[in-house]
């Protein structure tokens, strides 16, 4: 039960870092769930990450896979629901004031300040991965050939991630994995 | 634009899940935006584009993911308070689904060395999809050099020095906003 409280407060202090999107609350999510906690493993985190980044719907559902490691059933939805329903009802409530914001002079400093604080979490969220994930060259070379592909064409992501994979699976057959 | 197009009556709220679900069941690929712009200005007509992108840059400015913002402002648009609960979980349950049963496959087979060699080789995937994000998130918010200093002190007190994140997000952010504050128009 106890646990339980862990995670709804976890994942809804996390649910507050998600300026500009998921990804910029990756670092504390690393920092709560593999050191504080120890629900799971850098690696077990990676990997329900990168699998998150191949499910439907919003892009951080790994939530409930944590959740679900934690608590079964019970845990994953405590941990949907901390992490939906902060910003959730904050987004409710500001949609119905927007009227009234929208010509606010202080809004466009607060989009942009608050716009390049993200993109630096999300760099360290990358760096943070990345020292997981990118163990050697050839594994950095499938990051990097991911980014390019992403970067320069409009391909679904699902697919550039899908074939890292067996080609992680390849590096595996061959014995270089 | 599809402004001119005449637009839908408001759904039922059973319409109004069901249209989410199946958005939140086929947006694979996290271009969940792409696929709600599809959805609810051209296939249903709920919305015109005129709001559907006033909607989005709400759901931008606020913390929270876009996909779930946007569920509660489009479903609060259409049909209230329930409209927004409804479109939220049917943007949701698909995914929540999954990733349940993903963690519970994990534990039945996640230590297999076929399985671990997959998800080394999406997990190093993954982080060229961050980095995409990144730079796509930087190239619509970051317009002055100041801008990219605040990148990178962020990054480096996160990613290096440990300093913990809602202080690095309350002084870059504090530091960043006042940097960019509302200046009065100077007089002629």
Not at chain 1, 83 to 93: D, R, V, W
Not at chain 2, 5 to 23: H, I, K
Request: charged share 10%.
């Amino acid at each position: 039960m106890k646990q339980l409280w862990d995670l709804a407060g976890v994942f809804a202090y996390l649910s507050l870092l998600t300026v500009g999107g998921g990804m910029a609350a990756l670092p504390e999510l690393k920092e709560l769930t593999v050191n504080t906690y120890q629900w799971v493993s850098f690696p077990e985190l990676l990997h329900f990450y990168s699998l998150g980044q191949l499910s439907p719907g919003p892009n951080m559902m790994m939530v409930a896979s944590i959740g679900a490691v934690v608590g079964h059933i019970p845990g994953a939805i405590v941990a949907l629901v901390a992490f939906f329903l902060p910003t959730g009802l904050l987004t409710f409530a500001v949609g119905r004031l927007w009227t009234h914001l929208a010509t606010w002079r202080w809004r466009p400093a607060i989009q942009t300040g608050l716009g390049s604080v993200a993109v630096g979490l999300v760099l360290a969220g990358a760096i943070i991965m990345g020292r997981g994930a990118i163990t050697d060259l050839f594994y950095g070379a499938i990051g990097l050939a991911v980014f390019l592909l992403l970067w320069r064409t409009k391909i679904n992501p699902a697919y550039p991630i899908i074939v890292s994979g067996l080609i992680g699976m390849g590096m595996h057959y061959f014995g270089l994995g | 634009m599809s402004d001119t197009q005449e637009l839908a009556p408001p759904p039922s709220l059973g319409r109004l899940f069901w249209v989410f679900l199946v958005m939140g069941a086929t947006s694979l690929g996290g271009g969940v935006v792409a696929y709600l712009r599809t959805g609810l200005v051209i296939r249903q007509r709920w919305l015109d584009d005129l709001t559907f992108v006033e909607l989005l840059s709400i759901s931008q400015t606020l913390p929270g993911l876009n996909a779930t913002n946007m569920s509660i402002l489009v479903g609060d648009r259409l049909r209230g308070g329930m409209g927004a609960f409804v479109a939220t979980i049917g943007m949701c349950l698909p995914g929540a689904i999954l990733m349940t049963g993903a963690a519970f496959a994990y534990g039945i087979g996640g230590d297999d060395p076929w399985s671990k060699a997959f998800l080394h080789g999406i997990a190093a995937g993954a982080v060229g999809l961050i980095v995409v994000v990144m730079v796509q998130l930087g190239a619509k918010v970051l317009k002055t050099p100041a801008d990219y200093l605040f990148v990178v002190a962020t990054a480096a007190a996160v990613a290096f020095f440990k300093v913990s994140v809602p202080i690095v997000l309350l002084a870059a952010g504090a530091i960043a906003i006042w940097w960019h504050r509302p200046r009065d128009k100077s007089p002629p």
